[in-house]
Antibody
Framework: EVQLVESGGGLVKPGGSLRLSCAAS????????MSWVRQAPGKGLEWVGR??????????DYTAPVKGRFTISRDDSKNTLYLQMNSLKTEDTAVYYC????????????????????WGQGTQVTVSS | SSELTQDPAVSVALGQTVRITCQGD??????ASWYQQKPGQAPVLVIY???NRPSGIPDRFSGSSSGNTASLTITGAQAEDEADYYC???????????FGGGTKLTVL
């Protein structure tokens, strides 16, 4: 069974740090691109960032509001994805989900496809004084 | 523009057909994917690519695309389809992901 399990969430003061983990099982983690997506209370989904597989360069990309504060990394020997969050702000309060990130190019139509599947159950991060 | 626009709320009578739309410039090069999210639960992928359903997703869910608009159609909506639905795509750079604001579907 393909499964993602997040952990590490909690309550932290503004300016503080937190590291989230995402344990993967049921698929070859080292081949996978992985993303973090968050959802603030009562709001929609917001992509946080991605790390590609090492065979695809292992590069990372981030959404503008977290760039320079958040770092995504991976340990393929432990099948685990991480999100290091520094200089946390109250607006970072959200449920954080990890997900496998797919991308595919359809040569017949010239369209790209991208999707997230599966998703973990999420971990709550609350930034408050 | 890197934004995706969805109607905030849509309703459908039980057993009828409903279309949920997603508009954005990036959809001229990217197929949207669609996610279903019920209260207190993680999102679930329901449509990806041109019109592909993951294993376990009922065939009443289908996707289509025309120009800058992607659509999720539920043919014969069921009570259990009541949920929030989100589309996503890459932005114009191709490196970042954007989500639509979500559509709350009510099944009457």
């Amino acid at each position: 069974e393909v499964q993602l399990v997040e952990s590490g969430g909690g309550l932290v003061k503004p300016g503080g740090s937190l590291r989230l983990s995402c344990a993967a099982s049921g698929f070859t983690f080292s081949y996978a691109w992985m993303s973090w997506v968050r959802q603030a209370p009562g709001k929609g989904l917001e992509w946080v960032g991605r790390v590609k597989s090492k065979t695809d360069g292992g590069t990372t990309d981030y959404t503008a509001p977290v760039k320079g504060r958040f770092t995504i990394s991976r340990d393929d020997s432990k099948n685990t994805l991480y999100l290091q969050m520094n200089s946390l702000k109250t607006e970072d309060t959200a449920v954080y989900y990890c997900s496998r990130d797919y991308e595919y190019y359809d040569v017949l139509t010239g369209y790209y496809s991208c999707w997230f599947d599966p998703w973990g159950q999420g971990t709550q991060v609350t930034v408050s004084s | 523009s890197s934004e995706l626009t969805q109607d905030p709320a849509v309703s459908v009578a039980l057993g009828q057909t409903v279309r949920i739309t997603c508009q954005g410039d990036s959809l001229r090069n990217y197929y949207a994917s669609w996610y279903q999210q019920k209260p207190g639960q993680a999102p679930v992928l329901v449509i990806y690519g041109k019109n592909n359903r993951p294993s376990g997703i009922p065939d009443r869910f289908s996707g289509s695309s025309s120009g800058n608009t992607a659509s999720l159609t539920i043919t014969g909506a069921q009570a259990e389809d009541e949920a929030d639905y989100y589309c996503d795509s890459r932005d114009s750079s191709g490196n970042h992901v954007v989500f639509g604001g979500g559509t709350k579907l009510t099944v009457l």
